[in-house]
Nanobody
Framework: DVEFVESGGDLVQVGGSLRISCQAS????????VAWFRQVPGKEREGVAC????????FYSKSAQDRFTISIDKATNVVNLQMNNLKSEDTAVYYC???????????????????????????WGQGTQVTVSS
């Protein structure tokens, strides 16, 4: 069974950095596109970053572009998210997700390409809380 255990969430100040991790099991992170999502109470879960081993490309949401970096470690089956220049609006519970595809879904807007997750059934972990305060 596919399972995720997210960790590393913390309270950080605006402008700070944080690295969160996700231990995956039940599949290899080198075989399927994996992504980070986040959710705040009362809002839908939002995809923020995706890595596709099929083409080796990463895609980010507009809000995460140029600040977040997703990476995978195939040896340990871990998905990481490095978050820099954190903003208060980054406060959320962060979750790992897996796609059935090997590449990330994306959309093009004015010459920029952003992660645009397709609706599909996913398994979620318990998430890890990231709080950014000023």
């Amino acid at each position: 069974d596919v399972e995720f255990v997210e960790s590393g969430g913390d309270l950080v100040q605006v402008g700070g950095s944080l690295r969160i991790s996700c231990q995956a099991s039940g599949f290899s992170v080198g075989d399927y596109a994996v992504a980070w999502f986040r959710q705040v109470p009362g809002k839908e879960r939002e995809g923020v970053a995706c890595f596709g081993p099929g083409d080796g490309q990463s895609f980010y949401s507009k809000s995460a572009q140029d600040r977040f970096t997703i990476s995978i470690d195939k040896a340990t089956n871990v998905v990481n998210l490095q978050m820099n220049n954190l903003k208060s609006e980054d406060t959320a519970v962060y979750y790992c997700g897996k796609s059935r595809a090997r590449a990330c879904a994306f959309i093009g807007v004015n010459g920029h390409f952003y992660y645009s997750p397709k609706t599909e059934q996913r398994t979620w972990g318990q998430g890890t809380q990231v709080t950014v305060s000023s």
